[in-house]
């Protein structure tokens, strides 16, 4: 590799990329992909950078469809490796909830996608014991973060926004508004495991903001409770006595990201990707 780099760049003097370990990427680039679908989009309309981050996903199937998500959401290359290190694929659209049942076809479908579960908080580091204040206000004050993963067509409205209601005054932790759905979105936080109890108050909230901030135009208020964990059996049952759509998901800080040593050692380090990012050859 070595010597060949070294001819590339004698033999083509004005052009760049030729290091050894970009020659390296080249290779493994060759090898993990089938020669057809090279050429084939959406591998084709992405550039060389996705394709690194890319080589870090084992199987040519699921490559494909990181590389498909990539080119659909208009993700950048950091984006892609984000998602990718946060095994953003065995989250995708997994929250419990009533959407089949509550929306119509067409926008339940897109509502079901744009959940995760769990979400991932990993920019709240490794400390436990969270209090459902502090979450909420890390999650604020991460709030670049926390739409990333919440996903696209996310915009965010406030934190626990003042609702009244007969004179009674409520406040909702984290209210949003979906620019693709139109309609609002209601995110309850719990520190705790998922208690059917907690559908009832994100239940009222979502009623208010239905009647006070909806404008004519808005699709019904979604809710979204995310707990420390749940158990699934009991989310699904408790979401069958609910009309309005509601999605029950848990957060965590930390993805099992794990690889078989062969296939991690195979595989550039984000040192790397990061070296070659930043250098020219």
């Not at 003042?162 to 949003?176: N, V």
């Not at 699934?232 to 848990?250: C, D, R, S, T």
């Amino acid at each position: 590799m070595d010597r060949l780099s070294t001819d590339l760049k004698s033999r083509f003097p004005g052009a760049t990329g030729y290091s050894p370990r970009n020659l390296k990427y080249m290779r493994a680039f060759a090898a993990a992909w089938p020669r057809e679908a090279i050429v084939q989009a959406p591998l084709a309309q992405l550039p060389w950078y996705h394709h690194l981050a890319l080589l870090k996903v084992d199987g040519a199937r699921l490559r494909s469809w990181y590389a498909a998500a990539a080119v659909e959401r208009g993700w950048s290359r950091d984006v892609l490796a984000l998602h990718i290190d946060g095994r953003f694929h065995e989250r995708a659209g997994k929250a419990v909830t009533n959407f089949a049942s509550a929306m119509p076809p067409e926008e339940s479908d897109l509502a079901q996608q744009a959940t995760r579960d769990p979400y991932l908080f990993d920019f709240l580091g490794t400390t436990d014991g969270w209090h459902e204040r502090e979450l909420e206000q890390k999650l604020v004050e991460h709030v670049g973060k926390f739409l990333l993963e919440l996903g696209q067509g996310f915009a965010f409205i406030g934190q626990q926004v003042r609702l009244e209601l007969d004179g009674e005054e409520f406040f909702c932790d984290l209210l949003f508004y979906h620019l693709e759905l139109r309609c609002y979105v209601v995110v309850e936080l719990k520190a705790v495991k998922f208690n059917a109890a907690y559908l009832g108050q994100l239940g009222l909230y979502m009623a208010v903001v239905d009647d006070v901030l909806a404008k004519d135009g808005d699709k019904p208020t979604i809710g979204l409770l995310l707990c420390r964990n749940k158990n699934q059996v009991v989310a699904e049952y408790a979401l069958k006595g609910f009309k309005a759509p509601i999605g029950v998901a848990e957060w965590t800080n930390a993805i099992n990201t794990s690889l078989p040593a062969e296939f991690r050692s195979a595989l550039p380090s984000v040192e790397e990707l990061e070296a070659e990012l930043t250098t020219e050859d």
